[in-house]
Each structure stands twice: as C-alpha cells, then as structure tokens.
C-alpha cells in the first residue's frame, strides 16, 4: 500500500525488521540519543509480510518509563518508544515482559474498556493522558479496523508471552496538545507512567500512517467532580467548562420554584465562580428525577431554571454576562434512579460555564510540591475475611490542567489467600459501566470539599457512559482484587486537586483516612 507508512529512523533498522519499506524521502540522521533508541526494530509491525520462522529480533531498547500490572505482577510495561511525528502524531511502542515461570496472556490487559472490541487481540488500551486538555487519546480508529495499534493475528504475535520473554506491541494516536516534551503513557493493565520523554526523531519500526487513510480519533473526555461536604452542590470541570449542579433539594421546597433562604448563599458562591470565568455564556439548565410524569416535571424544571438564572443575574458582578435557561425535567439525568441518592442528586439545577483560569504560579501563596512519602509513612491497616491486610498511599501527584494522580498498594499481610473487594464498593448511585476502584475520596477539611474519583466520558447517543479513570476491576480483571498470602498490588485515581492545596485527607475503601501531601 503506498504511503501507508511513517517516516522510518534508518534503513539498517528496517532491514533487521525485514519489512521491505523505504526510509521517508531526505528524512534527517537521527541525533545519537534516537539512535541508541533505535538500535532494534520494533517487533508486531503491521507489514502484510509472513513473520520470520525465526521470530523477531529480541527488543534491547532502553525503557523510558516502567510499570508493572495491578492484576499480574508477572507482567512487565515499559514504554521504549514515545515518537511525535508531523507534530501532531504519536507513536506509542511498549515491551511488555513475562517475569513470571507460566505463559502470559497479553490481548485481554490491553484492550480498551470504552468500546466494544468482538474479539479480544488488539493493543487498543495503549495512550496518553493530555492533562491540560483534560482528555485520553487512544489509538486511532481505521474504517476496516477497530485500532491503528498492535493485532495479535495480523502481526504474529501469539496469545501468550513464554516465561522470560517479551513482545513489542505499537498505537498510533494523536499528539498531546501544546507540543509538551513529556507526556504520562496509560493503558488498561497497570498506573499511569508519568514524565515520558517525546522525541521528534522518526520512530524506529514501520507503522501506518494516519493521514494515509481515513481515521477517526478517539479521545475521552474527563471530568473531574467535587462536591460541598453539605451536599448542596457538586461541580464537574471538564477542562473546558465548570457544571456546577445545585441540589434542587436545597434551593427549593417540594414541587415548588421559589427560592429558599438556605439558597442564597450556594448562589453566591456560583456567582462567584461566573465573575471569575472567561467567557460570558451562562447555561442554567433545569432537572428533575424519574418520580412523576414529564407533565409535571418539565415546566417545573423550566421555572426552577429561570429562578436560579434570575438570582445569578443580581448577584454576578461581571458585565456582559448572558444567561440562557430551559427544563430538561428527568431526560438527562447523572446517576442512578434506582437508587433514593441517585434521585436526590438527579433533582438539580445545573449552571455551566468557561472553566475559570487557574491562577499564575506566583499568586498561589506559599504552594509548593512537597516531597514524595517515605515508605512506609503513609500506610494503614485493616481486615479483609479475618486475614490482617494493610494500605499504603505511595503518592498525589499534581498533573497540568488541575488534575492529581492518586496511586496506592494493598498487601494481604496475612497466611491464607483473601478477597479485598471494597474498593469497588463505592455508592451505587455513581454508576460506572464497568466496576472500578471507585470507592475512593480525597477530603479538603478547610475548604470543607470533597473530590470524587474522575471519570472517563463516552458518548452514547444522547448519554455520555461513565468509566472510572481508575484501576479497573471488571470484566479480565475481576481477580485484581484477590490476593496470595504477602502478595502487593499497586492502584490509582484520578482526581480533581485545588490550587492552593498541599495535604489533602485521603480515604480509601474502609481503611482509616490518612492526611497525604501533594506533590
């Protein structure tokens, strides 16, 4: 297929690979840091050549970042590839090693858990975390294929990894937006791999080209959510704009659309948040559960929005601002209407604007990042099926764009194998597509706040699907949460973190809270 392929980094690397292709024309040398990157082919390219009988060349490259999976410490991550190319491709190349003595099933850890797959064989969970932008760039969408990455089939690359060996397994995706000269690499199977170096040489292998065919990116929005320990109100940030959804339950009494006097002062702080935003758009959206018919639920939500747009519009202090408000009544709803929380979060009136900036770095006071925990420093113990099991928090991590990576270990501390499953059980109003480690809380006591774990975003149809931008436990992965006698397992959460914060009290499944510094 011409044009099919990017720019390769030498001829010799794509003679060792044997693929046959051509170097990109008056490609450049490569510097000497790309070329000791370089020095092997890697392995899984989608050339419609038969593999050799002699298999692959072995991938020495030296690994950039490293990580290990939640489910099976066996396996081995290491990113040896991270290449921009035209300044607005990456491709991501991973070698994944079998440290264990058993054979290693690779396809079901890497696969995307956002969308529907068939068959499980493609490294479609490989990506990047563009902070700033507050999105997950996952591997391209080709028409006749779900993923512009890895296929075991195509590529030969087996079901399994032998004791002792790797593979390396490829993604072509789009480029983290603002040209950044690092990057944090995620996949399915284990945390994320922070401060990754980009570099703009060619990539080393053969791979298809994006702009050779049609593609479709596929990215995932990520919303970050908090909330008033009252419950008067929860806000979302996107990255983009701010969704603050007040309780319906506080601004107003039952079936009514006049304001409370408790509502005043959770629209003074809303007001505040429009006088700091960029943009002078407003949205006032009105919601309302699934109790009652629409008959009743869309005019009440309707009026309830344009009281609540009312109130902002003599109390906001920035000129220009332009309000729009409308009832949804129960077709939007967030959560769960099953459950009594899910309802009582779904009557709400929701006010969304531009994200407001974040401060410059030099009128954050005294913020500073604090060094990382020592080991041991941060942990705390607890029972799981009368077997002593233990928690440590290795780290809160301040990402661009207001976001904090949280990551932590469990230990079964005791004798006998035992299941830990209180991580997933979190409250069954979140609804989540897939079971995660959810069940997790970062608590800022001053600002009397707390931060819910972030979620994916998909849409589908009218709805977004929520995923957990946390460990996942579902599906390949639900023995994460069991554990052998002395055995650790690593996890993380992404979350919302406030500017000026520096210990943030962090509450893991039933351990005890623990008060963590950010980094």
């Known amino acids: 297929m011409p044009n099919r392929n990017l720019a390769l980094a030498t001829v010799l690397a794509l003679a060792a690979a044997g693929c046959g292709m051509s170097p990109a024309k008056e490609a450049a040398p490569p510097s000497p840091s790309a070329a000791s990157r370089s020095s092997a082919p890697a392995t899984g390219t989608p050339s419609s050549a038969a593999p050799s009988s002699a298999g692959p060349s072995p991938d020495d490259r030296p690994a950039l970042a490293e990580t290990r999976s939640t489910m099976t410490e066996s396996l081995k991550l290491e990113v040896v590839g991270l290449d921009r190319v035209k300044g607005k491709h990456l491709v991501v190349q991973l070698r994944l090693s079998?440290?264990?003595?058993?054979?290693?099933?690779?396809?079901?850890?890497?696969?995307?858990?956002?969308?529907?797959?068939?068959?499980?064989?493609?490294?479609?969970?490989?990506?990047?975390?563009?902070?700033?932008?507050?999105?997950?760039?996952?591997?391209?969408?080709?028409?006749?294929?779900?993923?512009?990455?890895?296929?075991?089939?195509?590529?030969?690359?087996?079901?399994?990894?032998?004791?002792?060996?790797?593979?390396?397994?490829?993604?072509?995706?789009?480029?983290?937006?603002?040209?950044?000269?690092?990057?944090?690499?995620?996949?399915?199977?284990?945390?994320?791999?922070?401060?990754?170096?980009?570099?703009?040489?060619?990539?080393?292998?053969?791979?298809?080209?994006?702009?050779?065919?049609?593609?479709?990116?596929?990215?995932?929005?990520?919303?970050?959510?908090?909330?008033?320990?009252?419950?008067?109100?929860?806000?979302?940030?996107?990255?983009?704009?701010?969704?603050?959804?007040?309780?319906?339950?506080?601004?107003?009494?039952?079936?009514?659309?006049?304001?409370?006097?408790?509502?005043?002062?959770?629209?003074?702080?809303?007001?505040?948040?429009?006088?700091?935003?960029?943009?002078?758009?407003?949205?006032?959206?009105?919601?309302?559960?699934?109790?009652?018919?629409?008959?009743?639920?869309?005019?009440?939500?309707?009026?309830?929005?344009?009281?609540?747009?009312?109130?902002?519009t003599g109390l906001v202090t920035r000129e220009g601002v332009r309000f729009q408000s409308r009832g949804y009544g129960s077709h939007r709803p967030l959560y769960d209407n099953g459950t009594e929380e899910g309802k009582r979060r779904n009557r709400r009136v929701t006010v969304s604007f531009a994200k407001p900036k974040p401060r410059p770095a030099g009128e954050a006071g005294d913020l500073v990042r604090t060094v990382a925990p020592e080991p041991g420093e941060l942990k705390a113990t607890g029972e799981a099926k009368g077997q002593p099991i233990s928690m440590e928090v290795t780290g809160l991590r301040r990402l661009p764009g207001g976001l904090g990576l949280l990551s932590y270990t469990i230990t079964n501390e005791g004798s006998a194998e035992v299941w830990?499953?209180?991580?997933?059980?979190?409250?069954?109003?979140?609804?989540?597509?897939?079971?995660?480690?959810?069940?997790?809380?970062?608590?800022?006591?001053?600002?009397?706040?707390?931060?819910?774990?972030?979620?994916?975003?998909?849409?589908?149809?009218?709805?977004?699907?929520?995923?957990?931008?946390?460990?996942?436990?579902?599906?390949?992965?639900?023995?994460?949460?069991?554990?052998?006698?002395?055995?650790?397992?690593?996890?993380?959460?992404?979350f919302a973190l406030p500017d000026d914060a520096t210990t943030l009290q962090a509450r893991i499944a039933s351990f005890p809270s623990l008060d963590v510094p950010v980094q």
């Open 98 to 312: 079998n440290t264990g003595t058993k054979d290693l099933p690779w396809t079901g850890e890497m696969g995307d858990q956002t969308r529907p797959l068939g068959q499980i064989k493609w490294a479609s969970g490989i990506g990047v975390l563009d902070a700033a932008a507050h999105t997950w760039l996952l591997p391209y969408q080709p028409a006749d294929s779900p993923c512009l990455c890895s296929d075991q089939d195509r590529d030969g690359l087996g079901y399994f990894i032998d004791p002792g060996e790797s593979i390396t397994v490829y993604a072509v995706l789009p480029a983290p937006s603002g040209n950044p000269a690092t990057a944090t690499v995620v996949t399915p199977a284990g945390p994320p791999m922070l401060d990754v170096p980009i570099s703009d040489e060619p990539p080393a292998g053969d791979f298809p080209d994006p702009d050779a065919q049609p593609v479709t990116p596929v990215t995932r929005r990520i919303s970050v959510p908090s909330e008033s320990l009252d419950k008067s109100e929860e806000t979302a940030d996107d990255g983009t704009d701010l969704h603050v959804n007040l309780s319906s339950d506080v601004l107003f009494a039952v079936n009514k659309a006049t304001l409370t006097g408790r509502a005043k002062a959770v629209l003074a702080r809303t007001a505040k948040l429009v006088d700091s935003s960029p943009d002078a758009a407003v949205r006032v959206e009105g919601h309302a559960d699934s109790s009652g018919t629409d008959a009743i639920n869309d005019p009440l939500s309707a009026r309830r929005a344009l009281a609540v747009r009312r109130a902002l």
């Open 420 to 494: 830990y499953n209180d991580l997933h059980h979190a409250q069954d109003w979140e609804s989540y597509t897939y079971q995660a480690a959810s069940n997790v809380r970062l608590t800022d006591p001053g600002a009397r706040r707390q931060y819910l774990p972030g979620r994916l975003q998909v849409p589908d149809g009218d709805r977004v699907r929520n995923h957990c931008a946390c460990t996942d436990v579902s599906g390949v992965r639900l023995s994460t949460e069991k554990y052998a006698p002395g055995q650790t397992r690593t996890f993380w959460s992404l």
